[in-house]
């Protein structure tokens, strides 16, 4: 087992004091920090102390991908490690976006190849050949849009807002309740052809005004979504998205509760901090709430239009170790959350084997913990994790003081 070092990602929705201060740097950072990424995507692989070398995660794996991933992964996933874990701090919100599953990563990814598109070309929509879907697990309360609501409640909402045009909007959408609905509402707001700027401003005005009726601290039924088209109008003047957030599921995740988005699915992280996992992949088709590249027909063929609740995922914890695993459908990947603490009197402590064979990725986000394993062992702090190679033998997590939260990364069972 070795120590990791992220890689800082900077994007200007992110935090100056985040990331900084999880992992022990100057506080506030020079720039917005967004994401800090533990894995071996090409584009930013983290680094592995290995007798002070420093070398990248990607280089160790390339050299030795069956005894740093297991025979049996390094064969399924092509001799790379088929995840990537990010700490995600989000101080202003994301762009609207979606991923492709695997044939459309596949086949996006030969057609822009075979194109010419360069890879750094803000016109590419494929960065790899891979599928993105992905967990995200709130560190803090944590903001997002996630997925079509089911229509009967955007066709309340929509009406709930006074606007001639939305009015029509819901009609039409009451008449058509399926994707096939959704998707005709979707393109018309997303390709301009009905949504001037006067109608993204009403509706920012009906926000405003739906908002301003409530009293004595009470709630209107759609006080959340208001609350965030007005932010995002404030944002994003005249930027479609506005609208689009109309449609989508408002969700407030509190620490430990996740959410599981899986290809095709049109999402915006608004506001927060996060462990996320996903399969090594950095492919985005934006929709919205953004100046970057935004490919209309291609997103149109990623996207997912069933109207659906996006339930929010608990921790099951199976009784051993203090584990707490986050179940999704993926191979890739497999996320679990571990409570260790030590008794008041310090004469008992709880405790976690992780056994060989499988290549994980160790993060603490809280206290401090000591990896043991015979003959080595590596103390990790709050915003430190760990490399485990698949041969790297047993290991067994104990809290360093009185208490550590620790995330361990895995490939998946599914």
């Known amino acids: 087992m070795n120590r990791l070092h992220g890689a800082i990602r900077s994007y200007r929705w992110g935090s100056h004091t985040v990331l900084a201060e999880l992992t022990g740097r100057p506080s506030p950072s020079d720039r917005p920090e967004a994401e800090l990424w533990l894995g071996a995507h090409p584009a930013d692989p983290a680094r592995v102390d290995d007798a002070g070398s420093g070398v990248s995660l990607f280089d160790v794996i390339s050299a030795d991908p069956h005894g740093q991933l297991g025979a049996t992964n390094a064969e399924r996933f092509r001799g790379r490690l088929p995840f990537l874990l990010k700490v995600l701090a989000a101080e202003e919100p994301l762009s609207l976006q979606a991923h492709p599953n695997s044939v459309q990563a596949r086949e996006g990814f030969e057609r822009e190849d075979a194109n010419g598109v360069p890879l750094d070309s803000p016109a590419r929509n494929y960065k790899d050949d891979n599928h993105k879907p992905e967990l995200v697990v709130a560190l803090t309360k944590f903001e997002a849009l996630a997925g ?171 009784g051993r170790d203090n584990r ?26 709880s405790a976690a084997t992780l056994g060989a064979g499988a290549p994980r990725i160790v993060l603490c986000t809280a206290g401090s913990t000591v990896l043991s394993s015979p003959g080595a062992s590596l103390e990790l702090s709050a915003g430190q994790s760990a490399w485990l190679p698949a041969s790297n033998p047993a290991v067994t997590l104990a809290p360093a003081q009185q208490h550590a939260e620790v995330f361990v990364a895995t490939t998946g069972s599914g």
């Open 324 to 349: 707490h695993l986050y179940h999704t459908p993926e191979a890739e990947f497999e996320l679990t959350r571990l409570h260790l603490d030590t008794s008041s009197n310090g004469a008992s402590s």
């Open 148 to 318: 079509f609501r089911d229509v009967r409640r955007t066709v309340a909402l929509l009406r709930a807002l006074g606007v001639a045009e939305l009015d029509r909007c819901a009609e039409q959408l009451a008449a058509q309740t399926d994707s096939s609905g959704m998707r005709a509402l979707f393109t018309q707001w997303i390709t301009g052809d009905k949504h001037p700027a006067a109608l993204i401003g009403g509706v920012v005005e009906a926000c405003r005004r739906y908002l301003s009726t409530m009293c004595d601290g009470a709630e209107g039924e759609f006080a959340a979504e208001a609350q965030t088209a007005l932010d995002l109008g404030s944002r994003y003047p005249n930027d479609p998205g506005v609208l689009i957030s109309l449609l989508l599921n408002r969700i407030t995740l509190e620490p430990g509760e996740g959410l599981f988005l899986a290809a095709g699915n049109l999402h915006a992280y608004l506001r927060g901090v996060a462990v996320e996992i996903m399969a090594n992949s950095d492919n985005v088709l934006r929709g919205g709430l953004t100046q970057k590249h935004v490919d209309v027909p291609e997103l149109l063929k990623v996207l997912d239009f069933r109207p659906a609740p996006m339930p929010v995922l608990r921790a099951n914890g199976d």
